[in-house]
């Protein structure tokens, strides 16, 4: 039985390394080899090209423009995420008078969870849709809301000044709900007793989160920003959706500049390789960094 037990692991094994190998590694593979060619994707004729495509790729204002818009979905998406998901996994848990239960949270928090985390069941594509209405500027929602009061809303996602801010805000109104269960599990496994001690001395809210509940958290934090980081270098589905990269290119990301690149007019897959192996390599560079700058000692609790 012991000696019988490599054919079986191989057997197990192998279908699906071969799998991921075929289906995963080697588009990858392809692309790097597709970035240095001309090839427009819709004839066998690829002509190597080296490294001109990335040297294009430093001189085009609209991938430049593209990297901006990502750079700041970089910088603002996991922030407000993970401090609205804290605050609200925090009210949820910990929000509650303290009683003869000890610390609880918040009056109906199974349906604040529920009302949270909904936008999870939603695809991106419906979820763009619906938000597409809201932000509608005749029949909107937004707008229905601000005319009793006077104020006459823009149109929202027409105007090159509003566009790309519309767009992240409903990035993080999608996301939000899943961390909101994601650090509320994890505040769960945090024994009361601690969060009581902290409270009888005279601990505040603000102070028992900053103090206790995120060093204890931190790991859950990281992974979470890990994930919300390489959403950010994405977004491309939600912006194609609502606004496709407009108006005036205000709001483009570099996933819709390489689609756009590769399925439009001019169909240059070998310069949208290049774009994706750049996309590529922010978006391994930017994992490492998040990975090393939150690195931390462990704080454990028995």
């Known amino acids: 039985m012991r000696h019988g037990k490599y054919p079986l692991i191989i057997a197990f094994l192998v279908p699906p390394l071969v799998l991921y190998g075929v289906f995963v590694l080697s588009p990858y593979l392809q692309a790097f080899q597709i970035s240095t060619t001309d090839w427009l994707g819709y004839s066998a004729d690829a002509n190597s090209v ?4 990335f040297v ?36 949820l848990n910990m929000g509650g008078r303290a009683g003869r239960a000890g610390v609880v949270g918040v009056r109906g928090t199974a349906a604040y969870r529920l009302v949270y985390f909904f936008p999870q069941v939603l695809s991106v594509v419906i979820i763009a849709v619906i938000w597409q209405q809201v932000y509608h500027p005749n029949a909107g929602l937004l707008n229905a ?3 009793p009061l006077g104020i006459d809303g823009p149109s929202w996602l027409g105007d090159p000044r509003t566009a790309f801010w519309c767009v992240l805000a ?8 899943f961390y909101v269960v994601l650090f509320g599990a994890a505040m769960q496994a945090i024994p009361r007793d601690i969060y ?3 409270l009888l001395d005279g601990a505040g ?8 509940t995120i060093p204890l958290l931190w790991d859950t934090v990281q992974v ?13 589905i939600l912006v194609q959706r609502m606004t496709d990269g407009g108006p005036n290119f205000s709001s483009d990301v570099i996933g819709l500049r390489m689609y756009n690149t590769a399925f439009g007019s001019d169909t240059k897959f070998g310069y949208a390789s290049a774009i994706g192996v750049v996309m590529f390599f922010l978006t391994l560079s930017v994992a490492v960094l998040a990975l090393r700058a939150s690195r931390r000692d462990r704080i454990e609790f028995s």
Request: no cysteine; charged share 15%.
């Open 50 to 53: 080296g490294l001109d495509n």
């Open 56 to 91: 294009q790729l430093l001189r085009d204002d609209y991938v430049w423009n593209a990297i901006k818009n990502n750079a700041i979905l970089l910088a603002l998406v996991p922030v407000l995420t993970i401090a609205l998901g804290l605050f609200f996994a925090t009210m």
């Open 145 to 147: 809301a601000l005319k």
């Open 170 to 177: 409903v990035m993080v109104w999608a996301n939000v709900g």
């Open 196 to 198: 009581e001690a902290v």
């Open 205 to 212: 809210r603000l102070v028992t989160l900053r103090r206790v």
């Open 224 to 236: 979470a920003w890990i994930y919300l980081a390489i959403a950010a270098l994405d977004g491309f």
